[in-house]
């Protein structure tokens, strides 16, 4: 009994600390100078911004670019509260510090429907939730660039921090002059005082500005901006242009030496007995090291030489005896089939976690006067990112040196201190530009690996390859998926019901395992990537049921840009055409009459569908589809295009309409739904990891192929105007393509396709 009252008043007591500290506001976000280490004849004002002596202002960029734009939208937000040219703004390396951890990456893992989560009408347990997790990133602070939420991340940090530092600046001439702080203004970084004519630059008053306390601080109001919402030029194409910009592979400290990797030919096989004779008999080629499991990589073999090409001529004459999967070759067409009779299963006995459910949609399709089902399929995904995985690692006086192209670089600090058996101080990190991301560099196996054969050069920094063979072969793959979707109308014709069973692999659990071990489950819990673009169906259906039952094929997964958006997009527009066309409404009407209440979701439909010219005849021997989908907090609507030509479908125009909240930079948001559309339609023309025997079929772009530019369509992007914050424009392009080039090839042929890639018989 008095254990029992012992353990019942200490669950009290913990009760009350968690309540009194979910009460406390989150720790600030500012930062103290010294969080950005000072560099000669610079100043630091805070964790975010110093001034250089020339009055250039050095930006600590916390996120990872990979083509995306976001060093040059962030720098927008410096500027813009700064009053500085965007051209005297420069991003320096941020360092790993929990300052820049990334919050709204935490909170985009809760699962709300679009009614509950509009902004300004948020939910109670919305906002409930979404201020917990923010105080407990805040905590963790794992800097992170992914989910397309650095510019929302960022938006009231950063401001805050470049509004401070400039009223510090201003502070410390009204204390110099002995003037008023309102009689002072700021002029592409010039304090002035306009009566007596007294100026001074951002450098001139750095070091008096680091003393001052600026008190309350407020970013500019919206009607104050001069730079944000305006298309400037990205900083980062100068570089880029002339061959200077530093990408992981262009690396080259002094004394460098390459590898590469090899794994077993099977996914989950491992090296048994190897000969490094051969290899090392190989001009140039110096050593042969064995690497273990490193974050979710199979166990493998690295060679090293003075070039990559002796490396990679040195993997090729390795002989080696290569282990199978001890739990039997992986087959991804019987997964598939396992995922379809899961997911009729599942849909037979209304089984499945319910991501999403409102009245009674078992009883509701039942009672309908006409039904509708059909079953849906999308095949595991690669990353093929133009650069493949790489990092250069130097380990020498017990210290570790890394230079990686990432997106989550304290937890490539991390491992590479277990590897080396260090303190995560003693390892240093250079996130380099990233020659493409798409989720793959949120893992950090190779990062592991370089650090384990550093450790056997001497001292000399490694650079360690993946050729493309091995990283389409081993990959953390977007998971198969397979859906059950069914709907019902009554007498009337209205859509009464829609109930969807899906099943899949789900990635955060086991991108959790991989990368945070120590916050691990030992049982997976719902993981809402398996399930979103469908649980937020905008749609007002009366009677709904969206549902999943997660599996465990084996394979590898991980993030694929857009997650499972990417593909239960296409599941949900593709079928929701279906219904329009049993209904015999138009796609676009159709859709609007199932808006209501979400005037933002049908303004965005609306402007897509006025630009692509919806209801007028098509070109012709074309045909027009339309998606609407909701992703990363925008909402895009795309009308696609399409013809069918000897090579197969061929798609002509995409009309893209998006709201992602304010703008920063709209030049970059019709930049990112380009590049969202061209990745889309590769994968949905071509895409497929075929796995046979354990194998990857695929093993280069021939067999892997990308949307080549003669079969790249016109792509116009319209942007909705909003003054909610911004949302992500990262990934939000990608989603709609498929289900709109689905839903133009049944226009044009009366064929449904409803696997991936999309093939007419």
């Not at 320096?92 to 989560?117: C, K, Q, T």
């Not at 009408?121 to 992914?146: N, P, Q, V």
């Not at 590897?419 to 949120?442: P, S």
Request: a neutral charge; aromatic letters at 6%.
């Amino acid at each position: 009994m008095r254990r029992r009252t012992l353990f019942a008043s200490g669950l009290a007591g913990a009760g009350a600390l968690l309540v009194g500290w979910s009460l406390l506001p989150p720790r600030s976000r500012l930062g103290a100078a010294s969080t950005l280490p000072a560099v000669a004849g610079e100043v630091g004002l805070n964790g975010w911004i110093r001034i250089a002596s020339d009055g250039g202002v050095r930006l600590a960029m916390a996120r990872s670019e990979m083509g995306q734009g976001v060093h040059t939208a962030l720098a927008m937000l410096a500027a813009e509260e700064l009053d500085v040219p965007l051209d005297r703004v420069t991003p320096v390396e941020a360092g790993v510090d929990g300052l820049y951890g990334n919050l709204e990456v935490f909170v985009g893992a809760l699962w709300f429907h679009p009614r509950d989560s509009e902004p300004g009408a948020e939910s109670a347990s919305l906002s409930a939730s979404g201020w917990m997790l923010r105080k407990l990133a805040r905590e963790l602070g794992i800097s992170m660039t992914g989910g397309s939420t650095s510019i929302a991340d960022a938006w009231e940090p950063l401001r805050l921090a470049a509004a401070t530092a400039r009223a510090q600046l201003v502070g410390a001439a009204s204390l110099q002059w002995k003037l008023p702080v309102d009689e002072l203004g700021v002029r592409a970084g010039v304090v002035q005082h306009a009566r007596s004519g007294r100026r001074a630059e951002y450098g001139e008053l750095a070091a008096a500005a680091a003393g001052t306390r600026p008190g309350t601080v407020q970013p500019k109001p919206r009607d104050a901006w001069t730079l944000i919402g305006q298309g400037a030029a990205r900083l980062d194409v100068p570089a880029k242009a002339d061959g200077s910009a530093r990408f992981g592979i262009d690396v080259r400290p002094p004394g460098l030496l390459h590898a590469v990797v090899r794994h077993a030919p099977a996914i989950g096989g491992s090296p048994g007995r190897v000969d490094p004779a051969a290899a090392l008999r190989v001009p140039g080629v110096l050593r042969v090291v064995r690497m273990p499991p490193y974050a979710g990589a199979d166990a493998a073999v690295a060679v090293v030489g003075r070039t990559t090409w002796h490396a990679l001529e040195g993997a090729r004459a390795l002989e080696a005896e290569w282990r199978a999967r001890p739990a039997g070759a992986l087959d991804s067409t019987r997964i598939v089939e396992e995922l379809e009779r899961t997911a009729r299963a599942a849909a037979a006995d209304d089984d499945g976690f319910a991501f999403h459910a409102r009245g009674d949609a078992p009883a509701a399709l039942r009672d309908a006067a006409s039904r509708v089902e059909a079953v849906y399929r999308a095949p595991y995904l690669a990353h093929a990112t133009m650069e493949p995985p790489n990092c250069t690692a130097r380990v020498a006086g017990g210290r570790v040196e890394l230079w990686v192209p990432t997106q989550v670089p304290g937890l490539a600090r991390s491992l590479a201190a277990r590897v080396a058996g260090v303190d995560e101080a003693a390892v240093q990190v250079h996130v380099t530009y990233l020659g493409g991301g798409f989720g793959r560099r949120l893992d950090v196996d190779f990062v592991g690996q370089a650090v384990r054969v550093a450790i056997e050069c001497d001292g000399a920094p490694v650079q360690l390859l993946w050729p493309r063979e091995e990283d389409l072969g081993h990959d953390f793959y977007r998971p198969a998926a397979a859906a059950v979707m069914r709907a019902g109308f009554d007498a009337q014709g209205r859509l009464v019901a829609l109930a969807a069973n899906t099943a899949g692999d789900a990635v955060v659990p086991r991108w959790i395992e991989r990368t945070l071990p120590l916050l691990a489950s030992p049982v997976d819990l719902p993981d809402r990537t398996t399930s979103e673009g469908l649980f937020d169906l905008p749609y007002a259906v009366p009677n709904l049921r969206i549902a999943h039952s997660a599996t465990a094929s084996g394979v590898p997964v991980g993030y694929w840009r857009s997650v499972g958006h990417s593909h239960n997009a296409f599941f949900a527009e593709a079928f929701i055409d279906e219904l329009a066309h049993a209904a015999r409404q138009d796609a676009v009407a159709f859709r609007l009459k199932l808006l209501d209440g979400l005037p933002r979701h049908a303004a965005v439909l609306r402007l897509a569908a006025a630009r692509a010219g919806w209801g007028t005849p098509p070109p012709p021997g074309r045909a027009r589809g339309v998606a609407l989908h909701e992703s990363f907090g925008s909402i895009v609507a795309q009308v696609v295009e399409a013809s069918i030509d000897a090579a197969g479908p061929r798609v002509h125009r995409v009309v893209c309409a998006i709201d992602c909240g304010t703008v920063v930079n709209p030049a970059i948001v019709a930049q990112q739904m380009e590049s969202g559309i061209v990745f889309g339609l590769a994968a949905a023309l071509h895409g497929r990891i075929d796995i046979v025997d354990g194998v990857v079929r695929q093993k280069n772009f021939p067999d892997y192929p990308l949307l080549t530019l003669a079969r790249t369509p016109r792509i116009e992007t319209h942007i909705v105007p909003s003054t909610h914050p911004p949302a992500g424009v990262g990934e939000p392009g990608v989603p709609p393509v498929a289900p709109a080039l689905a839903n133009a090839l049944f226009a044009l042929t009366g064929q449904r396709l409803r696997e991936l890639p999309l093939k007419l018989s």
